[in-house]
């Protein structure tokens, strides 16, 4: 009767241990679109961590505007613009725009060392930054998954441009 009972109690935790996701099989990555980042700053914006994988465009080198995009199977998670341009970028009609490229609800500038603005579903920095492809770099954050209306996710998006805008200028090489 013991033999037994053990039997049932090693399959019941057998079966409970492979019916559960094993966290590393979905693991938020600690570099997005070629820049290095602690995964706790952008793990409260990935709303979904299965099948992450990456659609970037970006090319440093060649500094030419193009996105990167941050997939869970197919749906966008963080989609990012990386621009490089020969005068500065007004971010309130960036923001404010139409396009489906740098839109940002209820935008709102924030202290921060570069020009930065922070919506309800993303935030746009921008900074002098001399290369091959202008004087001035931009970068747009768009968080798809985020209700227009949530309000909750706005100091999320604030950390995590306040860490990414910084480390993804240290790779562009800036004069």
């Known amino acids: 009767m013991r033999a037994v009972l053990l039997g049932l109690s090693v399959l019941a935790v057998s079966v409970f241990v492979v019916s559960c996701d094993d966290p590393a099989d979905h693991q938020i990555p600690k570099a997005i679109c070629g820049t290095h980042i602690d995964p706790s700053v952008s793990r409260p914006l990935v709303t979904s961590d299965a099948d992450l994988h990456e659609y970037n465009r970006v090319d440093r080198s060649e500094a030419i505007t193009a996105p990167c995009v941050l997939l ?68 747009t954050l768009q968080v798809p998954q985020i209700s227009l209306m949530d309000q909750t996710h706005r100091k999320d998006i604030e950390k995590f441009m306040r860490a990414y805008f910084p480390a993804t200028l240290k790779t562009l090489g800036c004069r």
Do not use: Q, R
């Open 72 to 139: 869970s199977g197919p749906d966008p998670v963080l989609d990012l613009g990386f621009s490089w341009d020969p005068n500065p970028t007004d971010l309130m009609y960036l923001a404010e725009g139409t396009g489906s490229v740098s839109h940002v609800t209820d935008p709102h500038a924030i202290n921060f060392t570069y020009k930065t603005i922070v919506g309800t579903d993303g935030a746009i920095s921008t900074t002098p930054c001399k290369t091959k492809g202008g004087d001035y770099f931009t970068l």
